[in-house]
Structure formats: C-alpha cells, structure tokens
C-alpha cells in the first residue's frame, strides 16, 4: 500500500458479497476496511438464506414426523407430533446470531477494520462515512460497492408488517396465520409455502404470470407442481395480478386479470407475504459524484471485470458486486463476483461465469439448477446454429432414495449434440441442493457428458442419479457421431 491511502481496499457492505471480497483482498495483501450501516452478513445472514433455511429445517422435520405413511414403510411408529412456534423462531434467530458472530470473528482475526455507518462514495478512491458520532472520509487505492438489495413490493400493495409482510418480517416466524397468501412462485415463495404448511397453515400462491414457477425449467416446474403444491393445503392462481393489497383482519386482495388489469375475484385471508422479487439498494450511495447513473431499475452498471461503468467507460479503482449489479442475485455468485473484482484490482484479469454458478430452492424435496433452461437452450442453438438434447434420469432408480423411500425426483441434462457440451442441469429431489455442484463444477471446467461418463460413482449414493444421467448423454452422443 502506497502511503497516499488509508487503505488499498475499501468495501461498502457487509454481507456475502462484501464479506468474500474482503477475505481475498486480505489473502491478496492488500490493507483491508468494510464498511456497513446495518448488521454484518447482510440480507443472507440475517434476513434471507441462513433464517430461511433454519424454518425449513424445523418445519421440514416437522413435516416428516407426521407423515405416517413414509415412517411406516421404515417400520417406524410414532405418536402425536408437536412443535412450539417461538422455539421454532428462536431457532433461526439463534443460527443468525451465530453465523453472523462467526463471520465478524472471521474479519477480526484477519485484521479487517469494520466501519460501522453508511457508505458512500466520495470521489475518486474516497468513502464517506456517516455515523452516529459524525462523519469521516477515508481513502482507498479501490472501492467496491456492495450494497446488496432490498424486498420489491409492487404498486397497489401496502405492507404493514404484520398481516401484509415481505420476507423480511416473515422469517421472524412471529405467528402462523391459519390461511396466508403469497404473492409470487419464485425461490421465495415456494420454500415460504413449504414452511407454512408444514406447521398448519393453508395457502393460496397467486402467480402473475401464465404458469406456475416460471423460472424453472418446465419439466421441473410440473413434477414440483405434483410434489410440492398438489398433495398440500395450497390452491393456485395463474395469469391474476394482486392488484390491491389491504392489510387487516382479514387482508383484503383484489385479483385482477393480468392482460386486462380488470378485478376478477376478491380474496379475504388472514395474513400475505409479498414475494415479488428483490430490487438494489443503490440510493444514497454517492455514485453520481462519479458520473455513475444507475439503470432504470437501479442496477449498477459493471462489465465483465466488474468494475463501475460511466456512459460505458470503466471509472478507474471503482468496483461493484453483488445484487447491487443485477447480474445474479444469489449470495455466492456475489462472493464469486467480490473475488472477481479483488483480482482485477490486483492486475490478474478474471471474469465471472455465470452460467456455471448453480442456485437451489431448499424445499422439500429440493430443486436445484445450472445454466439453461431447455426454452432458453433451444433458443441459443436457433440462434448459434448448433443441436441439443436433453436426457432425463429419475430417484426412483436408485438404490440410496429407496432405501430412503423418497424417490420422487428427477435429474435433467440440456447438452449439444456436437460437443457434449452441457448447457444446463436441473434436478428436484433427495438432496438435490447439493448434487447440482456435480453439474455445475463440470461446466465451469469444460467437462463433455463422454468425459463425464467414465467416473465411477459410490454405489449406493444419490450421485448415481448424475451417473446415470451423463451416461445416457454420452451414448446418445455417440449414437449421434455414427
């Protein structure tokens, strides 16, 4: 570090993304500060990934305790099942606690310097900290932003926080209404659904747009559809727009065509979750004191190097990572993103492959994917003039989810038929949150489905399921090549 600057590295955020960039930068040499307005860990720790997790964990065993069916095909009998909702919701409080003190535990040792206040860039390798006890400005030879984003309620819904709520207040777990409404079948709104009505509640998901979970692969989407919403106390509603959302005892939602915006249906239940989606929090950041606009939906603009684009000219020693860019908004593709942007800092050019970076829905059973959706495949070999193929493997032939007796599910692999190139991977079953890495690690290096064909795989395991898969793939490769 170069006397000029307090430090060589400044990052605004402390959650994943932030946390990542600031772990490599120490690993890279480089004098270290983050800085965040709020609790250290960010939306993941503290109101996204790690709290969401700790409720499905309970619920979900709650859910399986009672289903008698599953434990009397293991020979098990058990009696009555109960569960304490606050206990339930001291438990995801508690792991908050404990992740979020490991990670501040994490930078300490390390000898990161953690600025508590908002930060905003200043200027040219300056940030500006404003706190309870004043201001200060502090020097950095590069900044990153990582601001991270924030609960998307749409027009016509007013949240309170009690009976109409983003995901934000619902990981509190603060009461189980007895029937609740969740706008939106994305991530979100289906593990929600899972915990909900695991633990009583009756549900009604209420989707926009023409289909259920619409960022799915379709074959996914159906067998989730058959696994997870048909066999439990949830009714759907496709192609209807919450287009007035009244908090209250009962919540008042009108339901209106999507196309014609016309009400069609009025809905009273106890309780709504808002689970539209998520925007950046870029506002009050100071990035128009480097010429920065943000685009119409407040994303930051990055290239490939991540570095902040002005009128599509990189703005020297500035950096963005995380949701705040729009790229992924997923919490290890923002800590991929931060090691990314650490690299080009230090003069060892690195990009990010996204198409490689998986993403999971930790429901019960779980889904998870890769890369391209089938439509989105087919639409780039339209486009690249290439072939593909899609080969699918089910959990109910294999050993490990029968042994298990959970062996509903379904492996799936898009390839191109020239190359054996995979293009995506999708999976709902037993685990599936984390054989998708399988998929995803090969990808990320190249892995044809011949080359991936050949490894042996542990009898009896769930990864037999991608065995088999790749099998399939390889042989119909070859099949293609005569």
């Not at 009998?77 to 304490?84: E, H, I, K, R, S």
């Not at 934000?168 to 991530?187: E, H, M, Q, R, T």
């Not at 198409?355 to 429901?363: D, E, G, L, Q, V």
């Amino acid at each position: 570090m170069t006397q000029q600057f307090d430090y060589d590295l400044v990052i605004i955020g402390a959650g994943v993304g932030g946390h990542g960039a600031a772990l490599h930068g120490v690993d890279c040499g480089l004098k270290t500060a983050i800085v965040e307005a709020a609790d250290m860990g960010g939306t993941c720790v503290n109101r996204g990934c790690i709290p969401s997790k700790a409720l499905l964990a309970a619920s979900g065993r709650v859910r399986e305790l009672r289903n008698e069916h599953h434990l009397k095909a293991l020979g098990i009998q058990l009696g009555q099942v109960a569960f304490d909702r606050g206990a339930i919701a001291a438990h995801a409080d508690d792991l908050v606690s404990k992740i979020r003190g490991n990670l501040t535990n994490s930078l300490k040792r390390l000898n990161v310097d953690m600025i508590q206040g908002w930060g905003k860039v200043a200027g040219s390798q300056k940030v500006e900290v404003q706190s309870k006890t004043g201001t200060q400005v502090i020097t950095a030879r590069d900044v990153i932003v990582a601001s991270g984003s924030v609960p998307w309620v749409p027009p016509g819904i007013e949240v309170d926080g009690q009976t109409v709520f983003t995901s934000d207040d619902a990981i509190k777990l603060s009461w189980l209404p007895n029937w609740v409404a969740i706008i939106g079948s994305g991530y979100i709104g289906l593990e929600f659904s899972d915990v909900y009505t695991a633990l009583g509640s009756e549900v009604t998901i209420i989707e926009a747009l023409d289909q259920l979970m619409p960022t799915f692969d379709p074959d996914i989407a159906k067998i989730a559809q058959r696994l997870l919403i048909e066999p439990r106390d949830i009714e759907t509603y496709a192609s209807r727009l919450a287009k007035r959302v009244i908090p209250g005892s009962p919540v008042v939602i009108e339901l209106a065509d999507t196309k014609t915006k016309e009400v069609v249906e009025v809905l009273e239940v106890d309780a709504c979750l808002v689970a539209t989606g998520r925007i950046p929090a870029t506002e009050n950041l100071g990035l128009e004191s480097m010429s920065v606009e943000t685009d119409k939906r407040g994303f930051i603009p990055v290239n490939d190097r991540l570095e902040v684009l002005s009128q599509g000219e990189p703005v020297p020693h500035l950096y963005a990572i995380g949701d705040a860019t729009g790229k992924m908004m997923l919490a290890h593709a923002a800590s991929a993103q931060g090691i990314v942007a650490v690299e080009n800092m230090c003069g060892r050019p690195r990009t990010a492959d996204y198409r490689s970076i998986p993403a999971a829905a930790f429901t019960h059973p779980e889904i998870s994917f890769v890369g391209l959706t089938e439509p989105q495949a087919k639409a780039l070999a339209k486009e690249e003039g290439f072939k593909i193929n899609a080969v699918r493997s089910y959990f109910k032939a294999n050993s490990k989810a029968l042994a298990e007796t959970e062996s509903d599910g379904l492996a799936k692999l898009i390839y191109r038929e020239d190359t054996g190139e995979i293009l995506g991977g999708h999976l709902i079953g037993l685990h599936a949150a984390d054989l998708i890495h399988e998929v995803s690690n090969a990808m990320a290096q190249g892995n044809s489905v011949q080359s991936l064909a050949h490894l042996v795989h542990t009898h009896p395991t769930l990864s037999e399921v991608l065995d088999e898969a790749f099998k399939r793939a390889a042989t119909a490769v070859l099949s293609t090549d005569r």
